[in-house]
């Protein structure tokens, strides 16, 4: 495979990584499957746009997106989500109720058009005879960091403590003075926050439309599926696997037969390892 085609397949792993990490943490952590997470990255993308529109610096509008996106989890949770979570079927009907009136607000904000984004670091970088776009390597670069980031986040902090107290045991975890229902908070913020982050990284590749995070939403499920609910690894390792066969396989075959291969490769993998490919530990 060429090496051009190597990066285009690392950089779009990148985008299914930072997607799938916000909504694995939601899953993980509160036993939800936010239906509306394609929705708040669409909400980071938009708020690029709206920077974009006003003649603000791209990076800055990157910067201020998944602080913008955690603050508006942050108010849905406190008023609407947390009513639900007694009943996972009805927090998820909520989520998706949600993520339409987002997408349908957006659509009559922008129409029915795709926007282009002009890239934050245009250019390209000649390593011999190959030429690697600056940006989509600033992705990959970012998503590493934010993988990382996450992981000590959750792995080695006093926060990261509450949030496993949290989910292994809510009514040992309230016994010993943690409130839960400010983790819960935190930790959906904290996952839509991630969403707007991808968001604003992916648009100047992809272009803003209201479907936009709806098109990654499908991915990003299977690869939680794929990878493991329960786990931190668990829905990174799945995402990986999605988004390199989901780029790979139109390098060898039809594009609309690879992304049924994908699919059907997928549901394989979920039907012989039900509990996740990957070792089951908690956060």
């Avoid at 952590?29 to 708020?47: E, P, Q, R, S």
């Avoid at 790979?248 to 390892?273: C, E, G, K, T």
Wanted: with cysteine.
């Amino acid at each position: 495979m060429p090496i051009d085609a190597a990066f285009d397949i690392i950089s779009f792993t990148s985008f299914i990584v930072l997607v799938v990490l916000g909504l694995g943490v939601i899953a993980s952590m509160m036993g939800i499957f936010n239906l509306g997470h394609g929705d708040f990255v669409l909400l980071g993308a938009y708020t690029v746009f709206v920077f974009d529109e006003l003649g603000l610096p791209i990076w800055l509008g990157m910067t201020v997106a998944p602080f913008a996106v955690a603050l508006v989890g942050l108010v849905l949770e406190r008023t609407v989500i947390r009513r639900f979570y007694a009943a996972p079927i009805i927090a998820m009907l909520g989520t998706y109720a949600i993520g339409v009136v987002i997408r349908e607000t957006v659509r009559g904000l922008i129409g029915g058009l795709y926007h282009a984004i002009p890239e934050p670091l245009p250019g390209m970088i000649d390593i011999g005879d190959i030429s690697i776009s600056k940006w989509r390597l600033t992705v990959i670069l970012i998503t590493v960091l934010v993988v990382l980031v996450s992981y000590l986040l959750l792995r080695r902090t006093t926060l990261g403590l509450k949030i496993r107290a949290s989910l292994e045991n809510p009514a040992l975890a309230r016994s010993a003075a943690i409130s839960t229902g400010q983790i819960y908070a935190l930790t959906f913020a904290f996952g839509c926050g991630l969403a707007g982050l991808a968001g604003a990284l992916m648009v100047p590749a992809f272009s803003l439309s209201a479907d936009l995070g709806v098109r990654f939403l499908i991915q990003a499920f299977l690869a939680i599926m794929l990878g493991g609910v329960g786990t931190f690894e668990g829905p990174i390792g799945g995402a990986a696997l999605i988004g390199a066969t989901t780029a790979a396989f139109p390098w060898v075959m039809n594009p609309i037969l690879a992304d049924i291969m994908v699919f059907v490769l997928a549901i394989v993998a979920i039907r012989l390892r039900p509990t996740g490919l990957f070792t089951k530990r908690r956060l």
